[in-house]
């Protein structure tokens, strides 16, 4: 963990709970009472055994579920339970997430160009057709793709290609938090380096 000088807590997370209701079999505790702070510019780390609640931890931050204990604040504000309209958009736009499989995670109907430019659209974040595909052609090549990539197909892309599109569309928004879950499992060892190097400038870029 390193922490920057400014020291400036970005995400906080006191005793989350998420359980899962299996109907009569009971249910499971995939989260409980979990704790910890992330300060800006900083990475950290979650470890543990495979069903320790770690995809579930992020999941439930960025409400893809809905906690069922806790609080998550974001820049103060929280963000476990109803939000605002105000506090929702802040959540959408800066908070991100890379899923470990980056097969799964793209809508295979839509052209990598769309699958990027989403977050824009929801948003609102162009002004003319050209200028998104202007920030869409940046971030491409930011994740060390090109402009000709744009208006092809996720299952056109080998397994690294289609994380580096994961993080394109992640960070297109440039969100002031990203929770990766296992973003690299899923590739061959030879390009799991270049994925970690390239998330590591992204960073440094990024704060
Ligand atoms: N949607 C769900 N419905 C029911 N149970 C779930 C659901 N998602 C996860 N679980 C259960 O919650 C627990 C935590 O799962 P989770 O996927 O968060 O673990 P993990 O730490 O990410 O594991 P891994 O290292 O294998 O990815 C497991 O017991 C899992 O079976
Ligand atoms: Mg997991």
Redesign the pocket.
């Known amino acids: 963990m390193s922490k920057t000088e400014h020291n400036e807590v970005i995400l906080q997370v006191k005793n989350l709970r998420q359980y899962?209701r299996?109907g009569r079999k009971g249910i499971?505790k995939?989260v409980d009472d979990v704790s910890f702070d992330v300060y800006k510019g900083e990475t950290l780390g979650l470890v543990?055994e495979?069903?320790?609640?770690?995809?579930?931890?992020g999941r439930s931050i960025i409400r893809l579920y809905d906690p069922d204990g806790g609080e998550v604040y974001f820049e103060g504000n929280r963000i476990d339970g109803p939000m605002d309209k105000k506090t929702k958009k802040l959540l959408t736009k800066n908070m991100q997430m890379i899923f470990q499989d980056p097969q799964a995670s793209l809508n295979g109907r839509m052209t990598v160009g769309d699958i990027i430019a989403e977050g824009l659209d929801v948003h609102g974040l162009y002004t003319s057709k050209q200028d998104k595909m202007k920030k869409v052609y940046e971030m491409l090549e930011t994740v060390g793709l090109n402009r000709e990539h744009a208006s092809r197909y996720p299952h056109e892309f080998s397994g690294g290609q289609r994380q580096r599109i994961g993080i394109a569309r992640a960070l297109i928004l440039d969100p002031k938090i990203v929770i990766a879950d296992?973003p690299i499992s899923a590739l061959d060892v030879s390009i799991q380096a270049q994925v970690v190097n390239l998330m590591n400038e992204l960073k440094k870029e990024r704060d």
Do not use: D, N, Q
Request: hydrophobic share 30%; charged share 15%.
């Open positions: 899962f299996l499971v995939a543990g495979s069903g320790s609640g770690k995809t579930t931890t296992e």
